[in-house]
Structure formats: C-alpha cells, structure tokens
C-alpha cells in the first residue's frame, strides 16, 4: 500500500492524534539537575556563560533541591567551588568539605530527592587537572585512592550516586571495593564511561574554575574520533561494576548513545554539557532561536537516541513544561 491509500499526514492532523502515537517522552524522573554549590550564606552568584545557572550557599542550594523534588526531577548532580584548591584536592575529599556538608543538609531537608555527587578532582586541585600530576602527567593509580576516598566520604555523607568523571583507569572498581568495605553497597555508581575531550565543557570551567592551568585533559579524556573505544570504555566500567553507564557530552555524540544502549542494553546516561546549553541560550539571546523549542528538542533527540537518563541544566524548565 502507497499514496494515496497511506497518508502519513492523517495521524498528525491534531494534537490528540499526534499524543497518541508520540514515540519518545520527556518526563521529569529522566532528568537530573546539576548544581554548583559554593562556600557562605546567601550567595547565588549568576554564572556569566551559563544564563539561569548560579553557584549556590547551602541555604540556596537547599531552595533548588527542594524546588527540583516538588517538579518531580529524577535527582540533582552537586559540583563542588572549594574556597581553597590545593596541588592534591584536598579539599574534595575531606569529611568536612563543601561537597559532604551540602549533602548532609539536602538529604535531612529534601529526604526523597536523589542526590549524585560528581567524583572528580579537577575543581579541587590548584593545577586543574582531574588527578595527581607528576611532571605534567595525571598519576593514574595514585588518584585511584582519593576517588575512591571521596565516594565512600560521599556516600557516607547522604549520596545516593557518586558519578565519577575523571577518566581515571579502574576507578570504578576502586570505588566499588572502597564502597562495599565501608558498609555501602547500596550506594549505586553512574560512571561517565565515554566522557571525551570536549570544548563544550567551556563554561563549566569558568563555574567551576577548574580549567587546567597548564596542558589539556588529553592524556585521560577520550579523543572525539572514536566511536568503538567507547564501546570498550563501558564494557571495561561494566565489567568494574558500574550501574549506569553514560555519554558525555550529549548532542554532539548520539551516535555513540545509540551505539551504547544497542551493544550493552545498561540503563544509559547522557549529558547536555555546559557548552551545549550555552550556546542555545547564546543564539535565543540574539533572537536567532525559540529556546523552548530547541531545549525541548534537542533533549528529546538525546532521549531518542538511546538515553534513559539526561543531566541536563535545562532540567527545571522541562519539567515545568512537562507540568502545562
Ligand atoms: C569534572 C567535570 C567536568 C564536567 C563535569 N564534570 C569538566 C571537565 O571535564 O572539564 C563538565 C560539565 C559541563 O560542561 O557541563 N571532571
């Protein structure tokens, strides 16, 4: 059967029609929100390249989580802004660091909302890099231990997630063992399986102030060329026992999603990076763009193309349109 028997046109003609056979959907416990939270009290420090984002105080932090519980979002991702960086990160795994305070106070304030913790070193290290450096070089095993020592202070603090994102080899098997032999085998593990070197992460750095102060992430974030080293990057993290595996960044890498999701069938994450927020913004701003038409669309292409889970900074605003 062809034209003009078939006429695709027919189940577009309402809105009640084109509901009924909507392939993909956006509901807000697909979304997670990620947070900057910083040292003080009544900060909200606007982010100059991320419109509508903010580093947060605690006391403001709690206001969004609550705000993110109450528009029924899958959970919140926190970054931490230390007041001091030091050449080991010190302060990304001390019990009484920024990031283990906020989610103590999120988790008596907000008890049902999900909380991540990214596990990284890169905001914490005075260089900016996302490990131990030695001669310019990130020390893969040596950074293993201070992962793994932040996930277990994380978890320890009220995470239900820690995400690492450091790219570290075997990281997600250090953090599982130090996990378990502290009592917390429940605390699931987001790896950021496929996270490449990628210029979208931009403004992030200038909210985090975490760009490396010398050299680039190179020698431990994957080369945007390669689309089956991916493929072995999750099924190494799978074998290392992650729970979720993700993409990162998103819209420039769906086809590595699709890949993913297809090969491993693992409930599979995605993140819309800073840049790729930004620069929709960016071109709104200047009138080029209908931004809630294109945040709309371009999360759903990441949902379409494989994604179970999106960290998007887009998250509240979808769920609000999710809400009309
Ligand atoms: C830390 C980390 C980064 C992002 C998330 N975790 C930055 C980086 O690798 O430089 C980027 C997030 C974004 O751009 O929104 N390792």
């Known amino acids: 059967m062809s034209f003009p028997d078939v006429r695709m046109r027919r189940l577009r003609r309402t809105e009640s029609l084109r509901a009924m056979v909507r392939e993909t959907v956006?509901?807000?416990?697909?979304?997670?929100?990620?947070?900057?939270?910083?040292?003080?009290?009544?900060?909200?420090?606007?982010?100059?390249?991320?419109?509508?984002?903010?580093?947060?105080?605690?006391?403001?932090?709690?206001?969004?989580?609550?705000?993110?519980?109450?528009?029924?979002?899958?959970?919140?991702?926190?970054f931490g802004i230390p007041e001091t960086k030091d050449a080991e990160g010190t302060e990304g795994y001390r019990k009484d660091g920024i990031i283990p305070r906020a989610l103590t106070a999120v988790k008596e304030a907000v008890p049902d909302l999900t909380l991540w913790a990214d596990v990284c070193l890169c905001e914490y290290t005075d260089h900016g890099h996302c490990g131990i450096l030695e001669d310019g070089v990130v020390k893969n095993d040596e950074t293993l231990e201070l992962l793994a020592q932040a996930a277990v202070v994380y978890a320890g603090a009220g995470a239900d997630v820690v995400a690492p994102s450091d790219m570290m080899d075997g990281r997600v098997l250090a953090i599982r063992d130090a996990l378990d032999e502290d009592g917390f085998e429940d605390t699931v593990i987001v790896s950021y399986a496929a996270k490449y070197c990628s210029g979208f992460y931009g403004p992030f750095r200038d909210a985090a102030d975490s760009a490396p102060q010398s050299g680039d992430r190179r020698g431990y974030q994957m080369d945007p060329a390669n689309a089956l080293e991916a493929l072995r990057e999750v099924e190494l993290d799978?074998?290392?026992?992650?729970?979720?595996?993700?993409?990162?960044?998103?819209?420039?890498?769906?086809?590595?999603?699709?890949?993913?999701?297809e090969e491993f069938g693992m409930p599979t994450a995605a993140y819309q990076v800073s840049g790729?927020?930004?620069?929709?913004?960016?071109?709104?701003?200047?009138?080029?763009?209908?931004?809630?038409?294109?945040?709309?669309?371009?999360?759903?292409?990441?949902?379409?193309?494989?994604?179970?889970?999106?960290?998007t900074y887009f998250a509240k605003e979808l769920a609000r349109k999710a809400d009309r």
């Open 26 to 78: 956006l509901g807000p416990e697909r979304l997670i929100l990620p947070l900057f939270v910083t040292e003080g009290e009544g900060v909200r420090q606007e982010i100059a390249s991320m419109p509508g984002c903010a580093r947060l105080s605690i006391d403001h932090l709690i206001a969004e989580c609550r705000e993110a519980a109450d528009l029924g979002l899958g959970g919140v991702i926190l």
């Open 238 to 261: 799978i074998e290392e026992g992650a729970d979720v595996v993700m993409v990162k960044p998103a819209m420039p890498y769906l086809d590595v999603i699709r890949l993913v999701k």
């Open 276 to 311: 790729e927020y930004s620069m929709l913004h960016a071109a709104a701003r200047n009138g080029w763009l209908d931004l809630e038409r294109v945040m709309h669309e371009s999360v759903l292409s990441i949902r379409r193309a494989g994604a179970d889970v999106i960290l």
